[in-house]
DNA sequence: TTTGGAAACTTAACAGTGTTAAGTATATTT
DNA sequence: AAATATACTTAACACTGTTAAGTTTCCAAA
C-alpha cells in the first residue's frame, strides 16, 4: 500500500502549495487581493484545481485564520516564565497587541472578517476550538488572579469579556484606521501600540488589589 | 436664478434617492449585497447614472456611516439629564453598545469597514470629522470625572482609548460572530448585550474613587 | 501488455462585480 | 432655429467566485 499512501502525501503536498500561495498573497497584498486566480497561477495550476483540494475560498480563510492561531500560541511561550498571574495577564495583554499590530493581515483573518466564521458554520461538525481555547485561557488566568486575590472577585465571563473586548478593541480600531486622530501629535503604528500598552497597564492598575491604595 | 435653483434641488433629490435605495439594501441585506446595478433598479437609473451623483462606492458607504453616527447623537440625548459624570459615562457606554447591537450595519460602516476611510484618504479636504467629535466627547467627560474626583487622574488619551476599546471590542466582536461560545449557555444578542453592560458596570465600578471600597 | 476505469486536471462558461469611454437624447441659451 | 450644455444610457473592460463538462494521466485487473 505505499502507492496510496505516497498518494496521499502529494495530495497534501497540494493542499500546503495553495495554502502557502494564498499566505503569501494574503501578506502581501491583503485579504482582499487573495484570488483563485492569482492562487492558481502562483501555483501553475489553473484555478479550478483549488476546488479539488479546497470547498471554497471561506475554507482556505479558515485554515490561514488556524495558522495565526499557532503564531500566537508560539508567542505566548514567553508567558510561562512568568509566576505572577496580574504580571502574566498584563504580558498576555501585550503579546496580542504586539501580535495585532505586527501582524494586521493575520489579525482581520482571525478577529475580524466573516470568512473563516462563515465556514465554521457552513461545515458541521467544524467549530472555532482556536479562539475557544484562547478564551478559555483567558478565563483560567482571570480565576487564578482572582483566587490568589490579585484583583477582587467578579463573574469570569464578564471580567474576560471586558479585557478581550478592551485589546480587541483597541488593535481592531487601530487595524481599521480608527485611531489615527486620538492625540494631536502624529500616531505611528509604533506610538499607537505603547499608548495600546499604556491602557492595559491603566487597567490592570485600577483592578489590582494586590498593592496598597494610596 | 429660479432655474439654476430648481437644477440644484433636482439634483440632491437624486443624491437622496440614491442615498435612500443604498441604505435600503444596506439595512435590509447587508454591505456586501449593495451594489451598484441593484442600487440603479432600485432608483430605476442606469448603473453609470451613479456615478454622476457619486465618485465611488467609498462615497456612498462614507455617506452612510454619516448617517449612522446622526443617529447615534441621537441617541446620545438621554445624557444630557444625568448630572453625575460617572454616571453619565455609564450611560454612554450602554447608548453605544445598544447602538451597535440593534443597528449592525451601522455599526460596521462606521468602524469596521475600510470602505468610508479610504474615501477619506483619497478625497482631499475631507476627514473623519464625526469620529474625531466622539472622541473628543468622551475625552471631555472623561476629564470631568477625573477633575471631579470620580475617577483616578491618568493621561486622559490612554483611558479613552481604554473604554472606546472596550465597548468597541465587545461589540465587534459579537458582530462578528466570535462571542456565540463565551459561555455554556446559548448567546442570543439580548444576553450578549446585557454581558456588555455588566462587563462596563464592572469596569466603571472598578475605578470609581468615589465610592469606599470594602 | 492491453484495456477499463478511476483520479487529476483543464477548458469554457455563467452570473456577477466596480468602473469608464463613447454615444444619445433632452433641455437651455444664443 | 441652431448651437451648446446637461442628463442619462449603451456597451464594454477587466475583474470576481464557482461549476459543468471534457480531457489527460495513472493504476489495477484481464
Not at 23 to 48: C, H, Q, W
Not at 63 to 72: I, N, Y
Not at 102 to 121: G, H, K, R, W
Request: include cysteine; hydrophobic fraction near 45%.
Amino acid at each position: 500500500m505505499g502507492i496510496v499512501e505516497r498518494k496521499e502525501k502529494q495530495k497534501q503536498d497540494i493542499k500546503k502549495m495553495i495554502l502557502d500561495a494564498s499566505m503569501k498573497l494574503f501578506v502581501e497584498e491583503g485579504f482582499d487581493n487573495v484570488t483563485i486566480r492569482k492562487i492558481a497561477d502562483l501555483i501553475e495550476y489553473s484555478p479550478t484545481t483549488v476546488y479539488l483540494y479546497f470547498k471554497d475560498k471561506d475554507e482556505i480563510f479558515f485554515q490561514l485564520s488556524q495558522v495565526g492561531f499557532e503564531k500566537m500560541l508560539e508567542l505566548n511561550q514567553n508567558l510561562t516564565t512568568i509566576a505572577n498571574p496580574l504580571m502574566r495577564l498584563y504580558k498576555m495583554g501585550e503579546n496580542y497587541i504586539h501580535f495585532g499590530m505586527t501582524n494586521p493581515e493575520f489579525y482581520d483573518v482571525m478577529f475580524i472578517q466573516l470568512a473563516p466564521m462563515d465556514c465554521i458554520s457552513k461545515m458541521e461538525e467544524l467549530e472555532w476550538s482556536a479562539g475557544n481555547a484562547a478564551i478559555e485561557n483567558l478565563k483560567e488566568l482571570l480565576k487564578e488572579c482572582m483566587d490568589k486575590g490579585f484583583i477582587q472577585k467578579a463573574p469570569v465571563e464578564i471580567v474576560a469579556m471586558a479585557i478581550w473586548g478592551l485589546v480587541h478593541g483597541m488593535v481592531s480600531l487601530a487595524i481599521r484606521n480608527r485611531l489615527d486622530h486620538i492625540n494631536k501629535k502624529v500616531t505611528s503604528k509604533e506610538h499607537l501600540t505603547k499608548m495600546m500598552y499604556q491602557s492595559i497597564n491603566w487597567l490592570l492598575g485600577s483592578i489590582d488589589t494586590s498593592i496598597k491604595k494610596k
